[in-house]
Each structure stands twice: as C-alpha cells, then as structure tokens.
C-alpha cells in the first residue's frame, strides 16, 4: 500500500516548491463519510512507549467520475483534536485504506474501507491535553507537482477537503496499579499492611507519574476461590500511594483494582498472595 499521511504529504508538498499558497487549484469532488466506527467503539489507552494501532472502518461514497487512486488523488479519515480549520493536534494513517465496492449507481460508487492510524506516545500524543475526545473527520486531498524546471517551467496544483464530526474518540493515558500484602506468612488475626501505587503515562517526559486523590477498591480471594470480593476503597496518596490495614483471616490474594477516569485508563494489579497460619 501507499503512503498517505494526507496532511503532511500536502504540507511537504508546500514546503518544496516554497510557496504560501498552490499556484493552480483543482475541484473538491463531493464526498459522503458514513457509519464511521474507531476501535471498535472502544476508548484508545496509550502506554509511554508502544505503538498503539487504532482500526477505523467507514462508509465512503463518491461521485462515479472520480477517482481515488492515492497516487495523486487520496481519501481517508483523520482524528483531530480542536477545531476543523486550526487542530490542536491530528491524526491520520501512514497507509491507504482498504475499500471494497459495495454498491454502484450511474453517478455514485459507495466503498467499505478499512484503515488503521497508528498512534505513537511522546510523538503522535506529547501534551496532557491530548487525553480528551477526539473528532473524527473524512479527508480527500489532490497533488500534482512538476517541480523538474530543466524546462524553465514548474507547475503544482493541490486541493484539498475534510468534512468533520463524522465520529468520537477517547483517548487515554494508560494507568499501573500494583499490590502488596505483607507481613508474610502472618498468623490469623493479626494486621495485614496492603500497600500499591497508582501511575498512569505522562506523555510529556516519557514516564508514569503518580495518579493522586483517586479511589481504588482493595478485593480479597480466598485461595480455595476464583471470585474477587471488595474489601473497602481506599484512595491515593502522594505519588499514588495506597496503603491500607486488614485483619488475616484465611490463605489467599490482595489486589488493587482502579476504574478509570475520563482522561486515564482503567488498571488491576497482580494478585498478591498472603499466607496466613
């Protein structure tokens, strides 16, 4: 497949023949952007340093006399953070999409495609404010370029389209939560300390930083069980601390469990076993 990246492929285009403005303007062909569905419908959760693939499928619909041969001519779908006419961050895929015909009239041809845009933390994601809703909009581009002037002649002629709100995002920092239960072995009846820590990706320096003021439920399991039960909540501290006290009452796990938050992903920790005498 071809690279697409619409936006930089016309800013890049802008940037070689060194002008503020295209010297020759083509016509915007009307195209309709549908059913547009990002990851599943499911809220983006993005780590410190993984690559996350995020799939977008879509209905396009296009006049029968136009082409989208992403050689010249490109289409796809964009997430794009602020307002259509100035982002305060966007989004698109490196790649074309995949489109299969699904319908036909003497002056429509109407495509299922299939795209992914990857999104890689610090890079793609480099500010707080990025862990919001993002809107998603349809995009077309055209680019023509001769820029061999051994002729004494260069020509370039651009358009360039996006058709916005055709679809929401989340997109979230991703969180950590760990568990410790100690002293252990411990006999029955006496204190149990049960310490964790809350983090969530900060895409800025690079690292997790504590998640402070937040609930978290301490769950139990009785080793003989496969249910986690809550105990209590317990909220965080500086850096994210938890720490709480229970009595020891039977062999089995202590876990953390976070729900998220609008901007943050949800977290469970590890099961940490106690063994009680």
Known sequence: MRKLAIGAALTGALALTGLAAPLAQAATPALVFSGVTVNK?????????????????????????????????????MLYRGSLAAFDNELDADMSPTCTTTATTDTTVTESCSDTIAIEPGDSLYETADATTWNVAGVYAYIDADLD??????????????????GKVKIQRAAKLTANASPEPVKKGKTITVTGALTRADWESGKYTGYVSQPAKLQFRAKSSSTYTTVRTVTTGKSGALTTTVKAAQDGYFRYVFAGTSTTGAATAAGDFIDVK
């Open 149 to 166: 002037d051994s002729d004494d002649r260069i020509s370039y002629s651009t358009d360039f389209a996006a058709w916005g709100n055709k």
């Open 41 to 77: 419908g499911k809220a983006v959760v993005v780590g410190t340093t993984a690559t996350v693939k995020v799939p977008i499928t879509y209905t396009l619909t296009r006049p029968s006399d136009v082409t989208i041969d992403y050689k010249k001519t490109f289409a796809g779908v």
